[in-house]
Structure formats: C-alpha cells, structure tokens
C-alpha cells in the first residue's frame, strides 16, 4: 500500500472523492470519516472500510513510515474545545437520543412533549449504534416523558374532577 493511493469514500450509495490517505486522516480529525465508512481504491476497485485502513497504516509493523507520520503530524481531534457547548450539544450523540433527553425535560413542564419524549427515546434506543452515545439522555427522556405525561394526566383528571 502506497502513500499515494486515493480512495473514494462511499456513504449511502453515493461515492464522494477521490482521497488521499492525508485528506483521509486530516477529514477522520474533523469528524468527517467515521471508521464505519466504506472506501473503495481508485486504481483496482478493491474495497475495504476507513477503520481496518487506518489499523493498517497505524500497525507497527505493515504501515509505511511515512504514513504514519502523516497520522503523527495531524492534530488530536478536537484539540480545542468548547466545554459548555460540548454538553449542551455533545459530540458523537446519536441526535433522535439528545432531543428525546431535552424533551423529556420539558415535558416536566409542558406535559404534551411527553409522549414525544418517550417515543423519542425508546426509538433512539433502538437505533443506537455501537460508536455513538445516547443511552443515558434515550433514558432521560423516556423517564422525564413518562413523569411529564403522567403530571399532565393527572393534572387533566384533577381539573375535570374539580371545575
């Protein structure tokens, strides 16, 4: 494997690139190429995904020292970064998990965005993948859907028994 092979990344059928193996490390620091990504080797067709390449260039043994120094020479991914806007909207969390987590909140409030909530949440679970987070706000907001909908429920039944 060379350092000046270009590879076409393959995401949702729909073939983005051609890349070199630098823009391919610098792209995984930004976040863009996630190790789950199928790349496709512009010269021979052969296929393979962005993880077992980057196993490979970054072994001790079977990666070309200048690749793995290209790997060495770019910076750690999120080198700077912003704490508060990291939890407030985290990184690497699966989406459908994080909206069901702040609706569930909400719905302590405003009672109607509980079943949303947990129908968000318990879909978010269900979806989960292996490299992402998101189980403990799916939780959250099956947890503060259901305590939401059952004060609205039962704030419901107080205001027809009463008035």
């Given at each position: 494997?060379?350092?000046?092979?270009?590879?076409?990344?393959?995401?949702?059928?729909?073939?983005?690139?051609?890349?070199g193996?630098?823009?391919?490390?610098?792209?995984?620091?930004?976040?863009r190429?996630?190790?789950?990504?199928?790349?496709?080797?512009?010269?021979?067709?052969?296929?393979?995904?962005?993880?077992?390449?980057?196993?490979?260039?970054?072994?001790?043994?079977?990666?070309?020292?200048?690749?793995?120094?290209?790997?060495?020479?770019?910076?750690?991914?999120?080198?700077?970064?912003?704490?508060?806007?990291?939890?407030?909207?985290?990184?690497?969390?699966?989406?459908?998990?994080?909206?069901?987590?702040?609706?569930?909140?909400?719905?302590?409030?405003?009672?109607?965005?509980?079943?949303?909530?947990?129908?968000?949440?318990?879909?978010?679970?269900?979806?989960?993948?292996?490299?992402?987070a998101?189980?403990?706000?799916?939780?959250?907001?099956?947890?503060?859907?259901t305590?939401?909908?059952?004060?609205?429920?039962?704030?419901?039944?107080?205001?027809?028994?009463?008035?």
């Amino acid at each position: 494997m060379t350092t000046d092979a270009r590879y076409f990344l393959v995401r949702a059928g729909v073939r983005y690139g051609p890349y070199g193996l630098r823009e391919l490390v610098r792209h995984e620091s930004d976040g863009r190429v996630s190790r789950l990504d199928r790349l496709v080797r512009e010269s021979d067709g052969a296929e393979t995904n962005w993880g077992t390449l980057r196993e490979t260039l970054s072994g001790p043994v079977s990666a070309p020292p200048t690749v793995r120094a290209i790997a060495e020479s770019e910076p750690a991914p999120n080198a700077v970064r912003n704490r508060t806007l990291e939890v407030a909207l985290p990184v690497n969390v699966n989406p459908l998990a994080l909206i069901a987590g702040y609706l569930g909140l909400i719905s302590l409030i405003m009672f109607v965005t509980g079943p949303l909530a947990i129908g968000l949440g318990v879909f978010a679970i269900r979806t989960l993948r292996k490299d992402q987070a998101g189980m403990f706000r799916a939780t959250v907001g099956i947890i503060g859907g259901t305590i939401g909908t059952l004060l609205g429920v039962a704030l419901l039944v107080f205001t027809l028994l009463i008035g």
